[in-house]
């Protein structure tokens, strides 16, 4: 047994201060780290091996602590933390930004007749299904038909959104028509994670204490969670679809676009990708991954029962998902 690292590093929490931004951006960059889709099925099992081994308090010989926490990196971007199945590819978070980058970059490419746009959101809410499929929870596992009226909710209000507006904004400044996927973009996510999550809005969400005691269920702390989810999706989106259209705009004016044309879907998708790399994780970390709120902010008889077994609690805490 190697004698390199101690066998009590807490590799369930991540390696950062989850209390600071600062630690909170550098593990989301860690975990959408794109460059982990490029890893092999050997490198995958490797990293699983690590894990699971450390766990059992077995040490590969030579092994480092940053090895470790790159294992335990590795492992988190392909396994399901709940049922340990190797996820979707397209499915992972470390998929996010090569996959958004280009659906978005196309939805603001081909934004102007009506079958591009019913087509590309389409796409983008079929990836959205996907990814919420892929990352469910095993305490409160998605059903397909949940599912199914989410996907289906979320494709019909992006694609009205976004025919509604380019409707409106036929005869105003072509600007202003490439914000039109973006508008669509933040509906279809008001619509979609709230009825992805239903059932915790419906049932609640576990609070523990600062210690990680299960204190109870609580809609009021489900609210919070999914309005927090909702933000960050929305402004993660808002970069990659509020810049580039200022520099395609001026772009397009110019001599090179207007001689090799095809070349703006992939200017765009450049672009795009560009403001991803930063905003997912930065907008992953705005609102700490364990949320709190106020005791006197929950349901009455929560609170009652709170009171009564313990009368000094004034936060709990609950994991709000991403």
């Known amino acids: ?25 550098s593990h989301f960059f860690t975990v959408t780290d794109p460059r982990n889709i490029l ?78 746009v019913v087509f590309w959101q389409w796409i983008n809410q079929s990836f959205n299904a996907i990814v919420n499929y892929t990352n469910r929870s095993g305490d409160a596992p998605i059903t397909v038909s949940q599912l199914g009226t989410a996907y289906v909710s979320a494709t019909t209000g992006a694609v009205a959104t976004a025919l509604g507006l380019n409707a409106l904004t036929k005869h ?10 973006f508008a669509a973009v933040a509906a279809a996510n008001c619509i979609n994670i709230p009825l992805m999550r239903q059932r915790e809005l419906k049932f609640g969400i576990p609070v523990t204490d600062e210690n990680g005691n299960r204190l109870g269920e609580s809609t009021k702390a489900a609210q919070q969670a999914i309005t927090q989810v909702v933000i960050s999706r929305i402004l993660m989106a808002a970069p990659g679809m509020a810049i580039p259209p200022f520099i395609m705009n001026t772009l397009e004016k110019r001599a090179f676009l207007k001689r090799f044309p095809w070349m703006s879907a992939p200017i765009q998708v ?41 009368p000094d609690l004034e936060r709990v805490y609950f994991n709000k998902g991403l």
């Open 1 to 25: 047994m190697s004698a390199d690292i101690p066998l009590n590093i807490n590799i369930k929490e991540p390696r950062w201060d989850q209390s600071t931004f600062v630690g909170r951006a």
């Open 39 to 116: 890893l092999s099925d050997a490198q995958l099992e490797n990293a699983r091996k690590i894990v699971h081994d450390y766990r059992q308090g077995i040490l590969a010989p030579g092994l480092t602590e940053d090895d470790l926490w790159r294992a335990k990196y590795i492992y988190d971007s392909a396994f399901h933390p709940d049922t340990g199945e190797k996820m979707v590819l397209i499915g992972r978070m470390s998929a996010q930004v090569p996959m958004n980058m280009t659906i978005t970059g196309c939805m603001m490419t081909f934004y102007r007749t009506t079958p591009a």
């Open 172 to 181: 105003v400044s072509p600007l202003i028509g490439r914000f039109v996927p």
């Open 270 to 310: 450049g672009l795009v990708g560009f403001c991803l790399v930063f905003a997912t994780p930065l907008c992953c970390a705005l609102f700490p991954q364990k949320s709190s709120m106020s005791v006197t902010r929950l349901e009455p008889e929560l609170q009652a029962k709170i009171r009564e077994n313990s």
